[in-house]
C-alpha cells in the first residue's frame, strides 16, 4: 500500500527483483488485492439497491397504513395523521418542465455559441470556465441569492403581468415573496450548467468534415447547425436535457428556500408552492411520530423512484451516444468511463479540421 | 448569374445538366437566407450572454455583501445568537472540514479500488458494466436522498446525529466521481507500460501500485478534488445526518455539529440583519473553498494531460 508513494517506478524497482515469475506470496497478494477491489466496486453497485431498500423498509408503515391513496391525497396533516403528496408531486413537476424547458433554450444556445466559432478561442475558453464555476455554486448559495437578488428584480414584472393578465390562471395570484416563479427560475439556472456542458461535447463532437460539407455546398452557418450539426447532435442534446430534469428532480435546498413550502395546487406561477425534496428538507426536523417519518420516507420512495426512471431514461439515450466523455462534461457531472474510441476521433477530426483550415 | 453543372456520373446514365443560381451562394444581408443565419447568430449570442447574467450577479453579490464581513473575528467566533451583534462562523468552518474529510476518506477508499476494478481488473464484463451504470446513476441521486439514506442506516442506528453520519451521506454522493474519474486515469495510462511490467515479471496487483496509479495520480486527484469541492457545498443531505450546533465541536464524532452550509440556510431565514449578513459571509466563505477545491482540481488535469502527451 505503500508503494504509491514512490512517484517513480524506478525507486521501487531493485536489480534482481525484476524478470522472475511473481513469488508465492506475491501472487497471494495479487489474488487478496484483486477479491478486495472486486468487493468494493460490488459495494459501490449496490449501494443504488440498499439506498432503494431502505429507504423502502422505513416507508413501510406509511405505505401499508395509505397505500397508493398517498399520492393522490392532497393533505398533510401530521395532527390528524393524514398525508398525501399529490400538491407536492405537482409542484415538483411544474418546477423541473419550467426550469428545463429554460434552461434547454439557454444551455443548447450556449452550446452553439461555444462550438461554432463565433467568437475567438480565448473567449470560449473564458465562457467555458464561467459556465463550470456556475456549477461549482452550492445550490444552499443559490438559494441565497434567489431570497435577496431574484425575488425582488422579478417581482415588479411578475404583480404588472398580474394586473394586466390576471385572467391567464398562470397569472392569476400576485408574487408575494416566494412562489413557484423565483424558484423555477434559479433551478433553471442550476440546471443550465449540465445543458449546456453535455450538449456542447456533443456538438463538439460531430465530424468536422460534415460541417465544411455543408458550407461547401453553400449552405449558410444556421442552415449547417439547424440542418446538420444539431441533427447529428440531437441523441446528447436530449440525453442533456434528460439528466437535466433528473437534477432538478432532487433539487433541494434552493427549493427549499424559494418555493415558499406551502402545501397548495395553485395553477398560478406566482402562487406559493411546494415539492417533494423541499417537503423533507422542511418537515424532517420536526417529524415527531412513528407514522411521521414513516410518510415522509414514502415521500422520499417516490422521489427517488421518480429520479432513478429520469437517470436511467437519461444514461439510456446517452450511452449509445458518441458524446459520452469529453471534457466538459466530466468537469461538471464528474468523470466518465467512456473515454475510448469515439472521443479520441473527435479530438482527431478537431485537429484535422484546424490543420486545413490553416 | 447561372451556370450549368454537369453532375459526374457514378453508376447509371448522366444526370440532365442542373441549373444552379449562383446568387444564392452570395453571403450578402439582402438574400432573406443569409439575413435569416445573421439573425439567429445574434438571437443565440444574446442567449449565451444572457446566460451569463446570473453568474456575475452571483459572485458580485457575494463579493460586496459577504467581503463586508470578512475578517479574523467572523473566521474564528461562534454564531450569533438571534438579535446578538458580532458573532462569526468558526465552529462551521471546522465542522465542513470535519465532515468533507469523513466523507472524502471513506469514499475514496472504495472509490478508487472500484475504479481499479474497473480500468483493470474486469475492462469490459458484466459485472464492470453493472458497476459503471450503477455510479452512473449514483451521480443523478438528489442529494437529500443521500441525507434519508444515512439517516435511516447511522442515525436510526447510532441514535444521535453525528459527523459520521454526514460523512458516509457526503461520501454517497462523492463516491460515482472519485470512481469514474478513476477508471478514466488508470485506463489512459499507455499499453506499454503495463506490457513492460508484466514483461518484467510483475502480478497485476504490483503493476497497478508501482506503474498504473502512480503515473494516474494527477487524474485522480482531480476526482477527488472535485468530488470534495460537491461534498463541501451540499446542504441536504447534513440537514438529517450532522444539524447545527451553536458551540465548538467536543473533540468526538458523535454529537451534532455545525456546518457552513446548514448555517447559511438556517440564517438565510432570520429577520435580523446580522444574521443575514453572516449568512452571506458564510456564502463567501463556502464559495472560496469550494472553488479552490474545484480551480485545483482543474490545475492537477491540466497536468495530468500535459504529463500524458495526450490531446483531448
Known amino acids: 500500500m505503500t508503494a504509491i508513494e514512490s512517484t517513480s517506478p524506478r525507486e521501487v524497482i531493485q536489480p534482481g527483483d525484476v524478470g522472475r515469475a511473481p513469488s508465492a506470496r506475491e501472487v497471494t497478494i495479487d489474488r487478496w488485492f484483486r477479491w478486495a477491489t472486486r468487493i468494493l466496486a460490488g459495494f459501490s453497485a449496490l449501494l443504488v439497491v440498499l439506498v432503494v431498500l431502505l429507504v423502502a423498509k422505513q416507508a413501510w408503515p406509511a405505505i401499508e397504513k395509505f397505500g397508493p391513496g398517498f399520492v393522490t391525497s392532497t393533505k398533510w396533516d401530521a395532527g390528524k395523521n393524514q398525508f398525501g403528496i399529490l400538491p407536492e408531486i405537482f409542484g415538483t413537476v411544474v418546477s423541473s418542465i419550467t426550469g428545463v424547458a429554460l434552461a434547454a433554450v439557454f444551455g443548447v444556445a450556449v452550446a452553439v455559441f461555444l462550438t461554432e466559432e463565433f467568437i475567438p478561442r480565448w473567449l470560449e475558453n473564458v465562457l467555458k470556465n464561467v459556465i463550470t464555476l456556475l456549477a461549482a455554486i452550492p445550490s444552499v448559495v443559490y438559494g441565497l441569492w434567489g431570497i435577496f437578488v431574484v425575488i425582488p428584480a422579478i417581482r415588479p414584472a411578475c404583480n404588472w403581468l398580474h394586473e394586466r393578465l390576471g385572467w391567464i390562471p398562470a397569472f392569476s395570484t400576485p408574487l408575494v415573496s416566494v412562489g413557484m416563479a423565483p424558484a423555477a427560475l434559479v433551478l433553471a439556472i442550476m440546471i443550465l450548467p449540465t445543458v449546456a456542458a453535455i450538449s456542447r461535447d456533443a456538438i463538439a463532437a460531430v465530424d468536422p468534415l460534415v460541417r465544411q460539407a455543408a458550407i461547401g455546398m453553400g449552405a449558410t452557418p444556421w442552415e449547417t447547425i439547424l440542418g446538420v450539426t444539431l441533427p447529428m447532435s440531437k441523441r446528447g442534446i436530449y440525453g442533456s436535457i434528460v439528466l437535466g430534469l433528473g437534477r432538478a428532480l432532487g433539487e433541494t435546498m434552493a427549493l427549499a428556500m424559494l418555493v415558499g413550502n406551502v402545501n397548495i395546487m395553485s395553477p398560478s406561477f406566482f402562487s406559493p408552492a411546494d415539492t417533494l425534496a423541499a417537503l423533507l428538507a422542511n418537515k424532517f426536523p420536526e417529524a415527531a411520530s412513528h407514522l411521521d417519518l414513516g410518510a415522509l420516507m414514502y415521500a422520499a420512495l417516490v422521489l427517488l423512484l421518480l429520479t432513478l426512471v429520469v437517470n436511467i431514461v437519461g444514461e439510456l439515450i446517452m450511452r449509445k451516444d458518441i458524446a459520452g466523455g469529453s471534457g466538459m462534461r466530466k468537469d461538471i457531472a464528474g468523470g466518465s468511463g467512456r473515454d475510448r474510441g469515439p472521443k479520441r476521433l473527435g479530438t482527431l477530426s478537431r485537429r484535422h479540421d484546424e490543420e486545413v483550415l490553416e | ?312
Not at chain 2, 444572457?50 to 475578517?71: D, I, T, W
Not at chain 2, 449578513?277 to 494531460?305: D, K, M
Open chain 2, 1 to 312: 448569374m447561372t451556370a450549368h453543372v454537369q453532375p459526374t456520373p457514378i453508376l447509371g446514365p448522366a444526370a440532365e445538366p442542373q441549373e444552379i443560381d449562383l446568387a444564392e451562394l452570395d453571403h450578402s444581408l439582402r438574400r432573406p437566407r443569409t439575413l435569416f443565419s445573421y439573425c439567429l447568430s445574434v438571437l443565440c449570442s444574446i442567449l449565451a450572454l444572457v446566460a451569463a447574467v446570473p453568474l456575475v450577479s452571483v459572485l458580485l453579490m457575494l463579493v460586496v455583501r459577504g467581503g463586508k464581513r470578512l475578517n479574523l473575528a467572523l473566521l474564528t467566533q461562534l454564531p450569533p445568537a438571534a438579535g446578538m451583534v458580532g458573532g462569526g462562523i468558526g465552529n462551521a468552518i471546522v465542522g465542513t472540514l470535519l465532515v468533507i474529510f469523513v466523507g472524502g476518506v471513506l469514499s475514496i477508499v472504495i472509490g478508487v479500488f472500484a475504479g481499479v476494478y474497473l480500468a483493470e481488473i474486469n475492462r469490459e464484463g458484466a459485472l464492470g458494466g453493472l458497476v459503471r451504470f450503477c455510479a452512473r446513476l449514483l451521480t443523478g441521486l438528489p442529494s437529500i436522498l443521500a441525507g434519508v439514506f444515512a439517516y435511516t442506516t447511522v442515525v436510526l442506528w447510532t441514535g444521535r446525529f453525528s459527523p459520521l453520519a454526514g460523512g458516509i451521506a457526503l461520501s454517497l454522493l462523492m463516491l460515482p466521481t472519485i470512481i469514474l474519474t478513476t477508471e478514466e486515469s488508470v485506463r489512459s495510462v499507455g499499453a506499454e507500460m503495463r506490457e513492460a511490467a508484466i514483461g518484467m515479471g510483475a502480478t497485476q496487483t504490483q503493476m497497478i501500485w508501482q506503474i498504473l496509479l502512480p503515473t494516474a495520480l494527477p487524474g485522480i486527484l482531480t476526482g477527488i478534488l472535485l468530488a470534495l469541492a460537491r461534498g463541501a457545498g451540499e446542504t441536504a443531505p447534513l440537514l438529517f445526518t450532522l444539524t447545527f450546533s451553536d458551540f465548538w465541536l467536543k473533540g468526538h464524532l458523535m454529537e451534532p455539529t455545525a456546518s457552513l452550509a446548514v448555517l447559511i440556510y438556517n440564517f438565510s431565514k432570520s429577520p435580523f440583519q446580522n444574521q443575514k449578513e453572516i449568512a452571506w459571509a458564510a456564502s463567501l466563505v463556502l464559495v472560496l473553498i469550494v472553488l479552490a477545491l474545484t480551480l485545483g482540481g482543474q490545475a492537477l488535469s491540466l497536468r495530468a494531460r500535459r504529463m500524458m502527451g495526450a490531446p483531448r
